[in-house]
């Protein structure tokens, strides 16, 4: 399975919108740079949130909304389990689980009825991932190659 990266966003603070980046540096155990949601443990479950579009364009919304910061066209992406490898530009990531959706979601996105969001998100929030290991400087862009490594069942 392959793809491409279309969209980087990143969040600098709590409350705040997204800022979309033409690129990042990807931190192994960490996180992306510049980013809220680095951790600094590195069995963080939460460091990156990956989104494919497929996705958001059956929901009617675009890359960042659902404060993914990493949006990939590629299909499939949210049925791939726990554990499953991907390579996106100089970064290898581990998918740790889905992302579960939250009210808080529907609230940033100004939605009337932010349960019946929420609920509408279930099995489609993204993915979770964490950074395992980089090559050079571990730089991921805008157009590069998404790559399935393995897939676990």
């Known amino acids: 399975m392959n793809g491409s990266v ?17 690129e990042v540096i990807a931190l192994p155990g960490q996180g992306l740079e510049g980013d809220l949601h680095g951790k600094t443990r590195e069995d963080g479950k939460r460091q990156v949130l990956l989104m494919d579009t497929e996705s958001l364009e059956a929901m009617g919304l675009s890359p960042g909304d659902l404060r993914d910061q990493v949006t990939l066209e590629l299909p499939g992406l949210q049925r791939l389990p726990a554990g499953t490898r991907l390579r996106i530009g100089q970064a290898e990531l581990e998918l740790t689980g889905p992302c579960e959706p939250c009210t808080h979601i529907g609230e940033l996105l100004g939605k009337e009825d932010r349960e019946a969001f929420r609920q509408s998100l279930e099995g489609r929030r993204g993915v979770l991932a964490r950074i395992v290991t980089i090559r050079g400087e571990g730089r991921i862009r805008i157009g590069d190659p998404a790559e399935v490594l393995n897939s676990h069942p």
């Open 6 to 22: 279309v969209s980087i966003q990143l969040l600098k603070a709590h409350g705040q919108p997204q800022r979309p980046v033409s």
